[in-house]
């Protein structure tokens, strides 16, 4: 950066004006009698070599208060760049910086604004624990969370709990866990986070409490009304082909005829009476999955036995029973693997005569190379779209007006408590195919 054109001509004259006067000086010194020009050429001398000083100084002084000013934080000073001053290009990039700054500043302070107001208006109380073992209400939810106390430190928290004011002293260790807290006279369950945070070179901690007592129990009355519809579900689906047996079975019995046909149907009813109160047993505590009882037996006097029931149910649908050539044994929970089949069978049924004239069902059995069982049940309906695939098998999610969603997810239920899968796949000709392995 060089100097500007005043700045070296104000140099020029003065360092001309001090060698004049040096040159006078000089002369009368050198000239005798000249007592009084020889005193004014001295002090002309002394006053040129003043105003050479001052000029040159005048750019260093104006530097010294812009950088004093910016030692202090004043960011609104400007460098001096008025005529004579020198550096002006310097002067420039000076003032460009500084508005750079002021810039930065302000939208830090705008950004540190939102921060703040953002932690305020959070609606989690939040705690923050300083160095000096002070505990702060970091923001509007916290001051209305904990408000049945005095004092910053833990020991006044104990009105909240004796566990819940350890966890505010500043080595507690950082973690997340479920507290019983005392508020207005009531326990209320909460998750407290924890987390240690450094701050101006010393310790501190922020804890966050997330009161989950109101969301516990909606989730707990969600979760009964969720097992009552599971339990309906599945027995009004055993029921439906049941009752259908047991009114063929009373009129065969009252006419007198076909007591064959009677008492295969009344044996159908046996089983599927028993099949129904262990599945209904087997529910009675949500926590558990189904209980399996394994056993071994054969698949054709099962795809018969479901055969039949689902005739009672749906006798205007064709049922095509597939076997293999050779005779398939089943290791397998017969009860829980018939409970299975019914919704599979169920769920084809529906889907393919609301949306075809001639609606079919499939029920196909087969030994994988795996040494597992598949049993698949396909129909000629609308199929399953692919991003659906793998939502339709979560609790209660349903694509029917009428359904429930607890239909499929039950079968993997069951599926999987035997160690095995069910999953879905598009039927040969349209449709949708659910292949459960066991």
Known sequence: ???????????????????????????????????????????????????????????NLEVARFVEALRHGDLSVHFDRGE????????????????????????ANDELGFLQMLVNDVPVPMLTVHGDGRIELANKAGRRFFAEHQGVRPEDFLVYGATFANRLEL????????LILTLQGRARRAIVRSAALARLGGRARVVIVQPVQETLNAVEMAAQTDLVRVLTHEILNSLTPVTSL????????????????????????????????????????????????????????FAAEMARLFEAEWPAIPLDVALPEMPLT??????????????????AAEAASAHRSDPRVTLGFARLRGGEVSIAVSDNGPGVPEELERDIFLPFFTTRREGTGVGLNLVRQIAVAHGGSVEVHAAEGGGARFEMLL
């Not at 006053?47 to 000029?55: E, F, K, R, V």
């Not at 507690?172 to 866990?177: F, L, M, Q, V, Y």
């Not at 007591?259 to 295969?264: L, M, N, Q, S």
């Not at 159908?268 to 949500?286: P, W």
Request: charged share 25%; aromatic share 8%.
């Open 1 to 59: 950066m060089g100097f500007d054109r005043n700045f070296t001509l104000g140099l020029v004259l003065r360092l001309a004006l001090l060698q004049g006067m040096l040159a006078l000086l000089g002369w009368s010194v050198v000239t005798p009698g000249l007592v009084a020009p020889r005193i004014v050429a001295g002090a002309g001398a002394f006053w040129a070599g003043w105003l050479l000083w001052a000029h040159i100084n005048r750019t």
């Open 84 to 107: 004579g001053s020198g550096f002006a290009a310097m002067g420039k990039a000076f003032d460009a910086a500084i508005r750079r700054l002021r810039d930065e500043r302000r939208e």
């Open 171 to 178: 080595d507690a260790p950082a973690r997340e866990e479920v």
């Open 246 to 301: 047991a009114a063929t079975a009373s009129t065969l019995l009252r006419q007198g005829e076909a007591i064959d046909d009677a008492r295969i149907a009344v044996e159908t009813l046996e089983r599927r009476a028993e099949g129904l109160r262990r599945f209904v047993h087997s529910y009675r505590r949500v926590a558990h999955e189904p209980e399996v009882r394994r056993g071994r037996f054969d698949a054709a006097p």
């Open 330 to 347: 089943i290791e397998a929970d017969a009860d829980l693997a018939a409970q299975a089949v019914i919704n599979l069978l169920r769920n």
